[in-house]
Every structure is written in C-alpha cells, then in structure tokens.
C-alpha cells in the first residue's frame, strides 16, 4: 500500500555544537524530496518546520546548558508526530541533529508497540555522565531506552519509550569508551561496520528485520553520518569506513520490503559542510527506497 507521508522540518541545532544542521530540511526540500516520495507513489503533505529556538538567543557555553531547550522542541515534534500518525499519515522527520528523536520516537510509540532501527555510526547511547562533550545528540538512543537525564526521558510521556529488546542499532563505528559500557550493558541489538563487512549488508539486515518481525510498526531513523564521508560528506561528525550507496540502498529496499515503515527521521545534513547538496540528494534518495521505490 502506498504511504501518506506527512513531512515535518526539525531545524533543530542545539543538540550538538557545529552550526549549519538547521539547515538540513530545506537542504532536503530543495532536493526535490516532495516530488521524489509522489513520484514514488505516496501522497504527500508538508506541514513545515516545528519552530524551534534561535541558537544565537540562548547562552553560548551550548552543551547541556540547551537541554531545557530541546526538551522544549521534542515536546513540540512529539506533538506533530503524534497528529500525523493519528490521521494515519507517516510522519517524515527531517533533522535537524539527531536529539530530535527524543520527540520522534516517543510519537511513534505512544499508540502501539514499534520497532526502532537506528542506522548511525555512533552509538547515541551517552548519559550526562559519561558523554565527554555534554552534546545532547549523542544520548537520544539511550534516553529513550529508559538511561540518563530524567528530563530526556520523559519527553512526552514519562519513562522509557521503547525497549532495549525492540532496537537494533546499524553502521555502528565509534563509541566513546564509557558510552560502550552502557550500550554493550543494555540489550540493544547491534551491528556493527565488522559484521556489515563480514556478512554482508543484506544478511545484516535480514538479521536485523527479524528481530523486529514481532513488531507492527518500525520507526526508521536514519543518521546520514553512517554513509561513508565520501559518499556523504555534509555532515557533521563524519567517521571513516561507513556504508556505501548500495549498502544504504539495499538496507532501505530490504526494510521496505518487509517491515511496515511507521515513522522516519533523516538526521545530521549539515550543508554547510557539503558538496553541492550531495548528501541532501543522497538523503532524498534513500527515504524514496524506504518508502517503497525499486529498482525494476
Ligand atoms: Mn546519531
């Protein structure tokens, strides 16, 4: 069946401290995603950007200092989301860094069970505790499993939004070292760049798919930073030795083909750092193999 997609922009940059993520939905916009996902055959709304505190209004030292800040705007994606997926529409969210599935994923898990398929090279799995930075992108994955600062956790709801049973992590290749700790603690399944390269992307996510295949639903959250900085230079915490195109393609097509895509964020475009909107059109490019496009 062909997908509503409702697209909302999340121009939020507090979570981290480089300057130009903001920009990544309107670098999405005018890569043609609207006419991408219809040409795809999907119905589509944009309902615009969820309004977001201006960077340069708040106290410069960043960090943990903006979390009153992003708690504030998850709230208000979690919101929308929570519209969208009532009117039985897939909310498409678009990053923004990746804090903004702090109110992502708690929509898509308010009315019923969802899987979550977090496609990153890191972790996301800090704590105030153990992040060495403070930067708030780094701990959404461990928030939502129920870890770290009550006030991440309890976006939307109180308490843990998914458990670390109905995760699995995808791309995964750099971790600070308490932060390793945590998520090898946790329950999370993870696949790591290792086994992509041993077993191949597809049996990875075979692997992957059936772990959720309990599931109704999958919220699909898609770091572009765990595409290899070659094919996906505009982001903003790049790491060597990611996924290629194809690998990024086949992984898409193979969820599309078997799980019921719910919910999805493109996170991290920062296209300031790009070249030529690369990675936005790359971006455009998976979210249309996600929602159904094929090859033949
Ligand atoms: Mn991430």
């Given at each position: 069946m062909k997908k509503a997609v409702n697209i909302v922009g999340v121009p939020l940059d507090l979570g981290q401290s480089r300057r130009g993520v903001d920009m990544g939905p309107s670098a999405l916009r005018y890569a043609g995603l609207d006419n991408h996902l219809r040409q795809v055959g999907c119905s589509v709304r944009d309902c615009g950007n969820v309004e977001i505190p201006v960077r340069?209004?708040?106290?410069?030292?960043?960090g943990l200092a903006y979390l009153p800040s992003v708690v504030e705007a998850c709230t208000a994606v979690y919101e929308v989301g929570l519209e969208a997926i009532a009117e039985g529409e897939v909310p498409l969210f678009l990053g923004g860094d990746h804090s903004i599935a702090l109110g992502t994923v708690a929509a898509a898990t308010e009315a019923g069970a969802s899987g979550v398929l977090w496609i990153d090279?890191?972790?996301?799995?800090?704590t105030p505790t153990t992040s060495p930075t403070g930067n708030l992108h780094g701990m959404p994955l461990a928030a939502l499993t129920g870890q770290g600062s009550a006030r991440l956790v309890d976006i939307g709801r109180p308490g843990p939004k998914v458990s670390a049973t109905d995760v699995v992590l995808i791309g995964l290749r750099s971790l600070d070292p308490e932060e390793r700790a945590l998520l090898r603690a946790s329950g999370i399944t993870v696949f790591t760049m290792r086994e992509i390269d041993e077993q191949g992307i597809g049996q990875v996510a075979k692997q992957a798919l059936k772990k959720l295949a309990h599931l109704p639903k999958v919220h699909v959250s898609l770091d572009?930073?765990?595409?290899?900085p070659r094919e996906a230079?505009?982001?903003g915490t790049p790491v060597p030795g990611g996924l290629t195109y194809r690998e990024a393609h086949l992984l898409l097509e193979l969820v599309a083909a078997s799980a019921n895509v719910g919910s999805v964020d493109v996170v991290e475009i920062n296209p300031i750092l790009d070249s030529q909107n690369r990675t936005a059109k790359i971006g455009v490019e998976l979210v249309a193999s996600l929602l159904g496009q094929t090859i033949y």
């Open positions: 340069d209004e708040l106290p410069s030292e960043g090279a890191h972790g996301d799995f800090n572009m930073d765990s595409l290899d230079p505009g982001v």
